[in-house]
Nanobody, 126 residues
């Protein structure tokens, strides 16, 4: 059983920062990429950022470029999302996901990911 456990969410004022963590636990599994998605109340789950597990190539949604940074620690089986200059529109539940298939490019669609965490809420007040 593969488990992805997110942490680091919370309440922050606009302009502030948070760092989300996602630790992979359970049986060893191969993964080609890990990503972060978010889902605001009443909306679809949207891509935020993703990183290739080998090589570290990353990809970002336009709405977070220059503000968010994704990184990974292979030894700790953990992926991070550093979120700076947060805005009220960043408010959502943030989900970590892992893609086990080898693909061309960094995956950004929900259907490309095989494992999901339970989500961690982020609230940005104005």
């Amino acid at each position: 059983q593969v488990q992805l456990v997110e942490s680091g969410g919370g309440l922050v004022q606009a302009g502030g920062s948070l760092r989300l963590s996602c630790a992979a636990a359970g049986r060893t599994f191969s993964r080609s990429a890990m990503g972060w998605f978010r889902q605001a109340s009443g909306k679809e789950r949207d891509f935020v950022a993703a990183i290739m597990w080998t090589g570290g190539i990353s990809r970002y949604a336009d709405s977070v470029k220059g503000r968010f940074t994704i990184s990974r620690d292979n030894a700790k089986n953990t992926v991070y999302l550093q979120m700076n200059s947060l805005k009220p529109e960043d408010t959502a539940v943030y989900y970590c996901a892992a893609d086990k298939d080898v693909r061309v490019g960094v995956p950004a669609a929900t259907w490309e990911y095989d494992y999901w965490g339970q989500g961690t809420p982020v609230t940005v007040s104005s």
